[in-house]
């Protein structure tokens, strides 16, 4: 097999048993590098394949985009039988694969221990809400971490929450990260091991790892909301002339001099900061007197169009962009290289990004999203050696199911056809 710089993890043979979005990030993020990701979905599809956003056919744009580049089987997860076929799944694959991704401990024959005794060098990588084994989705793991108080307009006297699944997101890559880990440590030593990732403990480890919790436990006053200001330096929206707006950050002097000196502000805030007897350089300052300083600007960008302040901003360091709807953004994906064209069946042909990761100047393209079932047939026959008469009776007991009705590949139709014969 030629080597392809984009796919370093051709070879890995990854098991997924998943929903929403963590797992399967972790999953789609593998496979997009190379590994063969085996989703296992049972009768019927897994809860999340109807989740919002939908295409006007009902299929989810949502499981569609987090499910690139998989292959899928159609197992019965409440019989025996079908959680002792995902068992044989996850423990064969040879040298690289003995590797599951979860979600669920519900199943006793799908745990590490009973894994680990077919297959001592197994890799299971488990995702829970909570570190004990409690549930927690990333909506209720907001609400426990404190961010959703900081969130939201200034003057909000209610929690609120981000849209963006972030500790979801977090979660899911450093499941990846962990599950990588763990297959050179097996790689080195031969010895397979469980990693656990606490969705709750993906937030904790970020609001620590800001600085959010030693300031909780070190100062006496409470961070309060600022709305769209930048916490701890220069940073805010303005609306210009025709109703645009943009986001302005100023982090470093250079950033803040070049911002003053395009918008012919130096003088106005020399002055300010004698009459004040402060230094806007320590950017300590800009953010205790961000409001008069926001209101300074805010002045100019209001006698200016969107374009004449986007131009001004292009010539300097200043941090900056114009707001964009999802609708503005997806007129703008044709030519964006990390796009490419996904023809998702119940979808259509679209724009899907590929992997985000840039190997030597090689990306892999997006795939589209398996079918529920779609590879039931085919990667049974494959991994496990099953022949057609023993896919027939899964089949006519119910124990797995094929992308809409049963149509046997290739191999699996010459086999029937030398069975007959």
Known sequence: MAFIRSRPLSGMRVIEIST?????????????????VIRIEPIGGAPDRTRRPLAESGTSLYWSGLNKGKRAIEVDLSSRQGRRLVADLVVSGGLRGGIVVSNSERHPELSFEALRERRPDVIHVLLTGRRNGETAVDYTVQAATGFPQLTGPEEAAQPVNNVVPAWDLAAGLYLAVGLLAAERHRLL??????????????????????????????????????????????????????????????????????LLAATGLTEVVSALAAALGVDFGDEAERYRHRKLLGDLLAGWFGTRTRAEAESALRATSVLWSAYRSFTELAALLP?????????????GEHWAPGSPVVMDGEQALPEASPLVGEHTGEVLRAELGLSAAQLAKLREDGVIRDAGGHQPDRAEHREETNERS
């Open 20 to 36: 929403y979005v963590a797992t399967p990030l972790s999953g789609m993020t593998l496979a997009q590098l190379g590994a063969d």
């Open 189 to 258: 030593t031969g010895e397979g091991q469980q990693v656990r990732v606490a969705l709750e403990d993906v937030a904790l480890a970020s609001a620590g790892n800001l600085g959010y919790l030693a300031e909780a436990q070190l100062s006496g006053t409470p961070r309060e909301r600022c709305g769209n200001y930048v916490y701890g330096t220069f940073g805010r929206d303005f609306t210009t002339a025709d109703g645009g707006r943009l986001m302005v950050v100023a982090l470093t002097v250079r950033h803040w001099r070049d």
């Open 335 to 347: 030519g964006n290289p990390l796009m490419g064209k996904v023809t998702q069946p119940g979808v």
